[in-house]
């Protein structure tokens, strides 16, 4: 069977790996140059060869399916714990120890090399923005189910479908399909998934003594997440990575990208010293959709019956994590191997 998978992100990936494992045909379109979606790593600096993660900064894991995962990574050296000290600052400026009773994972090569890792044996096809599907039917049967629509025009056909993207871009593509087949349910529920929106700036001091804990956690209005990149790897790279507080983001969604670094920088020269004001080099990206305010309660959706497979995966399925953006893609790879074996 061709199936389709919209997204390069841990869950389309390990929904693909699954499924490519069983001897199913697998395609991942994927609208960026890299893969991994929010497990995400900028090359910053001025020669642009220092790695930062400017997504998500660790995770943890607590399910046995995803702890086998972040075995197996282990076990190839791509991912490892963050060891050292985190910190917490409160409202008044008070700073405490950050109790953690779980592990926290890193990659120390960037969090994209779990994404390249679980997609080194997919056909990956990278700046692929899908923009629409049609569903061709059961009535037509020398063709497949769905046809997958580009902005260049070009169009691919497929047996099944896995959206795997964040509920509001699934949303837009599902609607898409809204005059041919049974979608609304899926419609209607996905369109529920709330977002909260983070801006990340990444800055470099080459000058500066860094604080020496790995990260502080923030009670602030603008900052809610400092890391201390330096100590994930050992390019001697002296870099922070700094997030917003969503309540942040949501009032300067449209302020000008600058004038919202100058906000960021100036809030943390306020927490940590004057000199963090002023890094040798700087950068700033917005996540729309950081992570999912109200999950859905299932592990998975999908359009029911052979003739025209369709699925929805990803974090917003049981949680906003990277663990439950891979169970989601996981048992989705799962329960279709399980449902299309010959
Ligand atoms: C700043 C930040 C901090 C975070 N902190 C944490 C944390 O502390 N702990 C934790 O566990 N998680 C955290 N997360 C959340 C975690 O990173 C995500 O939940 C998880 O990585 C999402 O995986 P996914 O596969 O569901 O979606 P994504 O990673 O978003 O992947 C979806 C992919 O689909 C692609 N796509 C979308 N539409 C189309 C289209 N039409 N055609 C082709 N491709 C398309 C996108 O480009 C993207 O690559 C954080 C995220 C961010 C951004």
């Given at each position: 069977m ?10 389309g ?14 395609v ?17 600096g001025?020669d ?46 008070d ?31 990278l ?16 063709k497949?189910s ?43 529920e ?5 977002y ?5 700036v ?14 502080l ?12 990149e ?9 870099n922070?990575v ?11 969604i ?16 306020t ?9 040798e ?38 949680g906003?994590?990277v ?20």
């Amino acid at each position: 069977m061709k199936i389709a998978v919209i997204g390069a992100g841990i869950s389309g990936l390990a929904a693909g790996r699954e499924l490519a494992n069983a001897g199913h045909e697998v395609v991942v379109y994927e609208k960026s140059g890299g893969y991994g979606g929010r497990l995400a790593t900028r090359y910053a600096g001025k020669d642009l060869s220092q790695k930062l993660d400017h997504g998500v900064p660790f995770f943890t894991a607590k399910s046995s399916e995803f702890k086998k995962f972040v075995t197996e990574l282990a076990a190839k050296n791509i991912l490892t714990t963050w060891e050292g000290h985190f910190a917490k600052r409160n409202e008044d400026g008070d700073i405490s120890d950050l109790d953690h009773d779980t592990p926290f994972y890193i990659a120390a090569n960037g969090m994209n090399s779990i994404g390249k890792y679980l997609g080194r044996n997919l056909d990956i096809r990278l700046n692929e923005k899908v923009g629409g599907l049609t569903h061709i039917g059961e009535n037509r049967r020398k063709k497949k189910s769905w046809m997958l629509n580009f902005p260049t025009a070009l169009t691919e056909s497929a047996d099944a479908v896995i959206i795997a993207a964040p509920a509001r871009q699934a949303y837009a593509l599902l609607n898409t399909t809204i005059d041919e087949i049974e979608t609304l349910k899926l419609i209607r529920e996905i369109d529920e998934v709330e977002y909260d929106s983070q801006y990340t700036v990444m800055a470099g001091y080459e000058e500066a003594n860094l604080p020496s804990w790995n990260a502080l956690e923030c009670d602030d209005e603008v900052i809610q997440w400092i890391s201390n990149e330096s100590t994930k790897r050992t390019d001697g790279a002296k870099n922070l990575v700094i997030q917003t507080s969503s309540e942040f983001a949501k009032e300067h969604i449209y302020t000008d990208r600058e004038e919202v670094k100058e906000i960021i920088l100036d809030r943390l020269s306020t927490i940590l010293g004057g000199w963090a004001a002023l890094p040798e080099w700087s950068q700033i990206h917005f996540w729309r959709y950081s992570q999912a305010k109200n999950p859905l309660p299932h592990d998975f959706m999908e359009i029911k019956g052979n003739e025209t497979p369709l699925a929805l995966v990803g974090s917003y399925m049981n949680g906003n994590t990277v663990e439950s953006a891979y169970l989601s893609g996981l048992r989705l790879g799962k329960h279709w191997v399980e449902q299309f074996a010959d």
